[in-house]
């Protein structure tokens, strides 16, 4: 099978015509532009053809079957209804184990500042 070439270069096209290099380059220029002047940024590129235009997105999956086998692994039902005002998971596995007596699962550390 032949891969797409990117628009700019002779790497493989990741996204909308271009290479992983060129897209991030893309990207980071767009995001830099205020958001009013993001699809003028992008319609000139498209007609430099410098990008292929968006796809348009599939449409909306009723039902995803792999977060149901993920649910169920993790005994979490996906076919309840989320309230808003539902309790954090942290938070709620931490009143559940202060209930039962149980100790909690400890929280991930974001930093570890080494011994000097």
Not at 45 to 67: T, Y
Not at 96 to 105: D, E, M, Q, S, V
Request: glycine share 4%; net charge positive.
């Amino acid at each position: 099978m032949d891969e797409k070439k990117c628009l700019l270069c002779e790497n493989v096209e990741r996204s909308r015509g271009l290479c992983i290099t060129h897209y991030s380059r893309f990207a980071q220029a767009k995001n830099a532009l205020p958001k009013e002047k993001q699809a003028e940024f992008e319609q000139m590129l498209i007609a430099r053809k410098f990008l292929c235009p968006s796809r348009p997105r599939g449409p909306k999956v009723e039902r995803d079957e792999f977060a149901e086998v993920a649910a169920e692994i993790a005994g979490t039902p996906r076919d309840r209804e989320i309230d808003a005002n539902e309790e954090p998971t942290r938070k709620r596995v931490e009143r559940i184990h202060r209930k039962t007596g149980t100790p909690a699962p400890k929280s991930k550390s974001k930093s570890k500042k080494k011994p000097t």
